[in-house]
């Protein structure tokens, strides 16, 4: 049984309370995760990857003397991998470079 199906059929043997206290949980995870996926101004491009994604992004250095990142553009762009460590609750990042990371098709183009 898929865990969704396993949820939704807990639905019905909660009381509204309960309901109620589920309803607030499932909108805070879906705000999080939607935060989560919606790219940075930083982000040129992004596409699917096994298991996240990748993103093409600039990069400020912070270094106090760079005249670059100040007035823009910043560094790179360079590719990342995103992925999500679930058994941590956190996201991993890769870097990979400036060189375009080969896969089918882009998940998010126009961004
Ligand atoms: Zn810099």
């Given at each position: 049984m898929k865990t969704v199906d396993q949820v939704l059929s807990l639905i019905?043997?909660?009381?509204l309370p309960e309901a109620k206290q589920v309803d607030e949980a499932l909108h805070r995870y879906i705000h999080q995760v939607e935060q989560w996926q919606r790219p940075p101004a930083n982000v040129l491009e992004q596409l699917s990857a096994p298991g996240g994604y990748y993103r093409l992004e600039l990069v400020k250095?912070?270094?106090?003397?760079?005249?670059r990142c100040p007035n823009g553009p910043?560094?790179?762009p360079y590719w990342y991998r995103y992925t999500y460590d679930a058994s941590r609750k956190r996201q991993r990042k890769t870097y990979i470079g400036k060189q375009r990371p080969s896969q089918e098709a882009p998940s998010n183009s126009g961004v």
């Open positions: 019905d043997t909660l009381t250095c912070g270094k106090p003397t760079c005249h910043a560094h790179g």
